[in-house]
C-alpha cells in the first residue's frame, strides 16, 4: 500500500530509507548505521568547540564545517553552557572562520515546535540581508531548556556555524 504523506519534513528534503512518516518532532536519524524516527531532543551530537564563539577574533587558525552530517542533529555549547546559533550578522574573521554563519530568524519559542530558518554568511563582510551565497535551509527544534539543529554543510571553505550565548527560553 502506498500512503502519500505530506508532512513539513517531508517538503524540506526528501523522506529517508526506513522512515516512513515520522510523528511530528520527530526526524529521521542515523544511530550506529540504523535510520529511525526520534525525538532529537534526545539523540543529538554535541558541539562545542570554544572557536566557534562570536566573541572569537582570533582567525590564526580557520575552520571548516564539511564534516556536518544530514542524518544527526547537533546540540551547541560553550564550555558547561548551552549555546546558539547567532539570529543576527556575524562579521567575518570570527568564530574561527572567514565566514561565520548565522541565521536570520528567531529561534522556535513552542516548546517542540520545529521551525526551518535560512543560513546566512558573512563572506566578504557581505550585508545584513543578504548573503554572499544562497541561503541554505537548517531545522530548528525547541527542546526543554536547549534548542537542536539539523544543519546543511556550507557551501565551501572557511565557512562554520557560529555559537553565540543563549538567550532566555520561553516555553510554553
Ligand atoms: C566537549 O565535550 C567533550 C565530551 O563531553 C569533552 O570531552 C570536551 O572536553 C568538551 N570540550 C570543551 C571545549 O568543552
Known sequence: MFILCFVPHILFEASCTGCRCCASG????????????LDP???YTVLNDTWRST??????ILHCDQDISRSV???????QTNAQIPEKYVAEQ????????WIN????????E????NLFDSWWGYSYRSSYFASIAIQIKLCS??????LQQPFGCYMAYCAGAGKPLHPH
Open 26 to 37: 520527530t526526524d529521521c536519524i542515523t544511530t550506529n548505521g540504523v535510520v529511525e524516527c
Open 41 to 43: 531532543c534526545d539523540t
Open 55 to 60: 566573541e572569537n577574533t582570533d582567525n590564526s
Open 73 to 79: 542533529w547537533y546540540r551547541f555549547y560553550l564550555g
Open 94 to 101: 570570527r568564530c574561527g572562520t572567514s565566514a561565520s554563519l
Open 105 to 112: 530568524g528567531n529561534h522556535p519559542v513552542q516548546l517542540n
Open 114 to 117: 520545529i521551525v526551518t530558518r
Open 145 to 150: 531548556g536547549y534548542y537542536v539543529y539539523k
